[in-house]
């Protein structure tokens, strides 16, 4: 039923084919990059308060309560629990005695508890990101200005333990790329999952567009039969620029908002928030874009129209992950659709590692290798063969050998029982709960 009144709904504006085709977004003017090479983006290994293993879940349809819940009821991280890593998945710090922009103050003995985070060789200071030459020449990274650290006492991905070391004087950088932006009323800035970053959109959250072009063609149609409408985005008589925004007069002569030059626009297509069907129409017309996230030039995303964004190779192969399921409710099993930390992600992937039979229907995601990690894409290598495989918020990704063509997702939901080698058990088992009866499934992996 969720399919055909996704279905109907979309069928009210009879959108070009172009509309729904993969996503290979051009961004806005100038658009910040959120992450170079060899800088990650990672989660706090450490579950918020009240999600801890034990912490109460909410009760099934029946009353009774899934013997795996209260250990995977672990916060979903959101946007902004992120933070600056490096390739390790460690954190990046600052330190509050830094006052003088690129001037380290870590140095000596201070510097052998707080390396200096140090940057790959041939990689290219951008946007907020700089370099810093230090004594010998190595070049260490710093962001606005500051410059950049680790802790020797970090050891996984996620471990951020320097936090507020110091009283206070080393902080982990969060992951807040968009916050200098000066933005005019009626605007907010937003993941935008199909467009790989965040956009702006509007105060009902609905993408905003630019068209890349000389001119915007004549926008609305003034006849019942058009379906598809680009609005100016409507500029108050009161309303004065505000930063990179200034007012411009649209072709109906109303007061229309403008960013760094290029009038702003809604799409008729654009149903509920973080849609944005109204991506490369006519090959001119694109969500601005304000801060790009990293894709390996071997990935993309793609849309469906029940699933919504999708990872694919560049060919448009699906690709998938690893997680858990329960067998609890009504004898049938549940997946978890929404992927969980990354911490347990990696759990999942210590514990239940794909090899021998496995990779007989699935086939590892491969990184080249001159890839290197960024953003929230890292590189995991296999024990099994050594290869470099690409990771995606901690899940190693894989695509499946029933999908032949390019928008196949014959694997999503597909279960397997895991055989489990007894010297990784103790505690990545302990965190998925394999031991309560649950067995692995597989799903399309969401950007």
Known sequence: MKRL????????????????????????????????????????????RGSAPGAKSKLTRDGTLPALLPRLD?????????????????ALYTYDKDVEPGKPTCVDDCAKAWPAAIAPRGVKASGAWSLITRDGGAKQWAFKGKPLYTFVKDAKPGDATGNGAQNGLWHSVAFRPTTD?????????D???????????????????????????ETNCKVSSCVVRWTPVAAAEIARPVGDFTIVTAADSTRQWAYKGKPLFTFSGDLVKGDAH???VDGKWHGMVLSRYFMPADAKIDYDLVRGAMLTTSRGLTLYRQGVSDHSLDNRSIPYARPGTPSIARAVG???????????????????????????WDIVTREDNGARQWAYKGHPLYTYAGDKKAGDIAGNDVFQLPAFDETKQSDALWVVGMEQGAALYWAFMAP
Request: with cysteine; proline share 8%.
């Open 5 to 48: 009144i996704l279905l109907s709904l979309a069928s009210l504006f009879v959108l070009p084919s172009e509309t729904f085709a993969a996503a290979k977004a051009d961004f806005g003017p100038d658009a910040a990059v959120a992450t170079l090479e060899g800088i990650t983006l990672q989660a706090s290994t450490r579950p918020r």
């Open 74 to 90: 672990m916060a979903i991280p959101k946007e902004t629990d992120f933070f600056y890593a490096d390739a390790r998945g460690v």
């Open 181 to 189: 932006i000066k933005l005019p009323a009626g605007f907010a800035v």
């Open 191 to 217: 993941v935008v999952r199909r467009l790989n970053g965040q956009a702006l959109v509007d105060a009902g959250k609905r993408t905003v567009y630019f068209f890349d072009g000389k001119a915007p063609p």
């Open 278 to 280: 109204g991506e490369g």
């Open 350 to 376: 210590v514990a239940a590692e794909c090899s021998a039979q496995c990779l007989k229907s699935w086939h590892p995601f491969t990184a080249p290798a001159s890839a290197k990690p960024s953003g929230y």
